[in-house]
């Protein structure tokens, strides 16, 4: 008996973590949602606090309790991203969530910090496919109690644990076991 398998829309695939055509119709329609959000956030004033928590509730997947974001903030999607209690994201951070980026609760993120699911292959032919880039994403996520320092970069399928501090300019390249302390590049860890 033959099966028809249902074949996977690229924002399915994207999720998934398999290769995706990030121009796809039902993508750019989503990616260009956010931007409308992130836009009016980027706008806001320091006075209108409520306005920027009801604009984040609406954009991202789940939201805690005391969240502040600093503008100029960005992200691709939104939808993708979940957050916990008290947490602060200071100036010019960035999420790249074309797969899932879930923090935990009681986290600090310093201005400039990147947070990258998404990447190419390294296999040239396999990054261009009919005229069209071709992307991949696998998912990032961030424990309880964790300070990440100003200009973090964390690549994608990096897990941190909890009670972990990422010293400020560090890349994060590999998962970070919980209560340590990592810094450099590629971030190490001193404790």
Same mark, same amino acid.
């Given at each position: 008996m033959h099966l028809n398998k249902k074949k996977l829309t690229e924002k399915e695939k994207m999720l998934k973590g398999l290769p995706y055509d990030a121009s796809d119709k039902e993508l750019r329609k989503l990616f260009f949602k956010c931007k409308d959000k992130i836009e009016k956030y980027n706008k806001t004033s320091y006075k209108q606090q409520n306005l920027r928590e009801q604009i984040i509730r609406k954009l991202f997947c789940s939201v805690g309790e005391n969240i502040y974001i600093e503008p100029f903030f960005y992200c691709d999607y939104g939808i993708n991203i979940s957050v916990g209690d008290n947490i602060y994201? $200071?100036?010019g951070c960035v999420l790249l969530d074309c797969s899932e980026i879930k923090i935990g609760n009681n986290v600090m993120f310093g201005p400039g910090v990147h947070i990258y699911t998404a990447y190419h292959s390294t296999n040239p032919g396999e990054r261009f496919v009919n005229n069209k880039v071709i992307d991949i994403a696998a998912p990032v996520s961030v424990g309880n109690n964790v300070w990440i320092g100003? $200009?973090?970069?964390i690549l994608p399928n990096i897990k941190i644990g909890d009670n972990v501090t990422i010293g400020a300019g560090s890349v994060v390249t590999k998962n970070v076991p919980t209560n340590s302390i990592v810094v450099g590049n590629p971030a190490k860890?001193?404790?």
């Open positions: 994201f $200071n100036t100003g $200009n973090v970069t860890a001193i404790k």
